[in-house]
């Protein structure tokens, strides 16, 4: 599914998104094709829902997102553990 098929079947809406092909560029992740886990009315049902399935599934790659924005842009975060 492409971003804007997503924007038109759930306007105004907050979702919860799975990467399916996804690939960096320049310090962005583009998402090539993206699986719709749900949707939602406001950001905090979105991030609690993202963080419980982020926590199961540390591996997948998983992004929350309001319709509103036309594209979909995400920047790249370097992950540091701290021992």
């Known amino acids: 599914m492409k971003w804007k098929d997503i924007r038109e079947g759930c306007p105004d809406s907050w979702i919860l998104l799975e990467a399916i092909e996804a690939h960096s560029d320049h310090g962005k992740r583009v998402v090539d094709k993206i699986a719709v886990l749900d949707k939602f009315n406001n950001s905090d049902e979105a991030m609690k829902a ?31 553990s701290i021992i």
């Open 50 to 80: 993202y963080r419980e399935l982020h926590k199961k599934n540390p591996e997948r790659e998983l992004y929350v997102a309001h319709t509103k924005n036309e594209d979909l842009e995400i920047e790249e975060r370097n992950r540091r």
